[in-house]
T-cell receptor, first 117, second 110 residues
Framework: GAVVSQHPSRVICKSGTSVKIECRSL??????MFWYRQFPKKSLMLMAT?????????EQGVEKDKFLINHASLTLSTLTVTSAHPEDSSFYIC?????????????FGPGTRLTVL | GQSLEQPSEVTAVEGAIVQINCTYQ??????LSWYQQHDGGAPTFLSY????GLEETGRFSSFLSRSDSYGYLLLQELQMKDSASYFC???????????FGTGTKLQVIP
């Protein structure tokens, strides 16, 4: 199956710093990547949809100036949490939709656990 | 807006069959997917239904009724490793919009 990687898997940072999370599709081209956050024992909340070469579409309530998304190529999307605060601590997961897939399958990365002190 | 409802918890015995229901409200519906997530892990894709009816993949089957805005995931011959959270997700807006359900925590007991 298709593989999506995320880096880093865990990050601890001080309040006020910025953190960049990378999402890569390793063996396929992803026209669309999705970014989610998930709180403990809760569902995945879609933050934004990212299409290669265009601006990301953010969900209502998600601050686009705080969560910067860049989808520079068909295999890489990045999420930068700017001026992070403790309330940004969460599990961030990306997924990628395969260009050639007619089955509408999303492949999820392993997630990044962000802890802001 | 979009909303999906699932039971929060289900407990079933090893070897048995369990059904997890999902009801949804959405506009521009394209399809319904199911995902499995073990604690601390990422979701993994289980199935996708765009048309009414039952889709079978090994021990797992998924059903969709578009007219009833309802679907379910059926797990047969339950194994202990099936203990996980199961999420339904609705695709709309040309597959650009994905909304996940609240998740159902399945506990399989001996």
């Amino acid at each position: 199956g298709a593989v999506v990687s995320q880096h880093p898997s865990r990050v601890i940072c001080k309040s006020g710093t910025s953190v960049k999370i990378e999402c890569r599709s390793l063996d396929f081209q992803a026209t669309t990547m999705f970014w989610y956050r998930q709180f403990p024992k809760k569902s995945l909340m879609l933050m934004a949809t990212s299409n290669e070469g265009s601006k990301a579409t953010y969900e209502q309530g998600v601050e686009k100036d705080k969560f910067l998304i860049n989808h520079a190529s068909l295999t890489l999307s990045t999420l930068t949490v700017t001026s992070a605060h403790p309330e940004d601590s969460s599990f961030y997961i990306c997924s990628a939709r395969w260009l050639a897939s007619s089955y509408n399958e999303q492949f999820f990365g392993p997630g990044t656990r962000l802890t802001v002190l | 807006g979009q909303s999906l409802e699932q039971p929060s918890e289900v407990t079933a015995v090893e070897g048995a069959i369990v059904q997890i229901n999902c009801t949804y409200q959405t506009s521009g519906f394209y399809g319904l997917s199911w995902y499995q997530q073990h604690d601390g892990g990422a979701p993994t894709f289980l199935s996708y239904n765009a048309l009414d009816g039952l889709e079978e993949t090994g021990r797992f089957s998924s059903f969709l009724s578009r007219s009833d805005s309802y679907g379910y995931l059926l797990l047969q011959e339950l194994q202990m490793k099936d203990s996980a959270s199961y999420f339904c997700a609705v695709f709309s807006g040309g597959y650009q919009k994905v909304t996940f359900g609240t998740g159902t925590k399945l506990q399989v007991i001996p």
